[in-house]
């Protein structure tokens, strides 16, 4: 009985390490995208953005944050 | 007789020579400009001009009516480029009577002023000759800023002046390529006028500039800082090792 109970709590945290770690795993998936302005034909400043997730709509995010941060550069600059 | 005649020849000799002396000259040099730098999806290349006298040169390349230049590119690897032109043309100012030129440089997109030296070639003359235009030129080589480069240059013209930083060769550059293909400077037409041609430094204030070591530590300083930058999006932000001439060694 001892014996059954102790499988019992061992499986229980082998079944806990399983979902930490695919959870884990789920966390680490991620998209990057990265922008540079070329300024007369030459490469300028490069902002690159890491978003959460896989897949065309993660992508289109993680360039919208990479080309508005270049553009919040320009506009830093311009003013 | 012989004697009078003697002396009337050698001074008419001599008013010609000083005649010549006096003549005042311009030179304009149309070119090609065309550059891809490492990292970037196309190649750029827009016309640019060289006027020169004896005193100063100016080198405007025309991004502004360049109708090629595309304004975003995307690649399928999670890249974008804009391309952006800046509201003048840049230039390069040589004073060639105090050896210096000026040009504007960026950090970023944060332009700067920057004052160098026309003496900072080393050139490797060679035995290869070319014709250019239908003039007769010389192959020179340097290593320049991290790259080398391939000139030829011409004493036809009676200029020694050349196209961008280039200079400091005995004649008037007519064409130099990097041997990396990044950068390539090729003249289409070149004309000589004869009369005098005032050149005007397109920069208000000479004085404000900074010189390229300032620069260059300047640039290695925003370089290393941007390596550990990350906003509140999770966003990164860097500029380059390198443009034409290289800022930071690879390691």
């Not at chain 1, 979902?19 to 680490?28: D, P, R, T, V």
């Not at chain 1, 070329?38 to 709509?57: D, K, L, M, R, Y």
Request: hydrophobic residues 35%; aromatic residues 10%.
């Amino acid at each position: 009985m001892k014996k059954l109970i102790f499988l019992f709590v061992l499986s229980l945290g082998f079944m806990s390490f399983s979902s930490n770690e695919i959870i884990e795993n789920e966390k680490q998936i991620s998209t990057c995208c990265t922008a540079t302005l070329i300024i007369n034909g030459e490469p300028g400043p490069s902002a690159t953005a890491f978003v959460s997730g896989i897949g065309p709509e993660t992508s289109k995010l993680a360039c919208s944050l990479a080309t508005s941060k270049l553009a919040q550069q320009l506009s830093i600059s311009a003013n | 007789m012989k004697t009078c005649l003697y002396i009337f020849f050698c001074l008419s000799l001599l008013l010609l020579s000083n005649n010549k002396e006096d003549k005042k000259e311009a030179l304009i040099i149309n070119y090609t400009h065309s550059t891809h730098i490492e990292g970037l999806p196309s190649r750029t290349t827009v016309a640019s001009t060289l006027i020169s006298n004896d005193k100063f040169s100016l080198y405007e390349m025309d991004y502004l009516n360049n109708k090629n230049l595309i304004d975003e590119e995307d690649n399928e690897e999670g890249q974008v480029f804009l391309s952006i032109r800046t509201s003048s043309n840049p230039y390069i100012f040589k004073d060639l009577s105090n050896k210096t030129m000026y040009s504007t440089e960026r950090i970023g997109v944060k332009p700067f002023l920057v004052k160098d030296s026309t003496k900072i070639f080393n050139w490797i003359l060679t035995k290869v000759k070319k014709k250019i235009l239908n003039f007769n030129c010389q192959q020179a080589k340097v290593n320049y800023r991290g790259r080398n480069y391939t000139a030829y240059f011409t004493t036809e013209i009676n200029f020694k002046s050349g196209p961008w930083k280039f200079s400091d060769l005995p004649g008037t550059i007519l064409e130099i390529k990097s041997d990396d293909n990044v950068f390539e400077i090729i003249a289409n037409k070149v004309q000589i006028l004869n009369k005098e041609t005032n050149i005007v430094s397109p920069y208000k204030n000479l004085n404000e500039a900074i010189s390229w070591e300032e620069f260059t530590l300047k640039y290695k300083k925003k370089y290393n800082e941007l390596l550990s930058y990350r906003d509140e999006n999770n966003v990164t932000m860097s500029i380059p090792k390198k443009k034409i001439e290289v800022f930071i060694e690879e390691d």
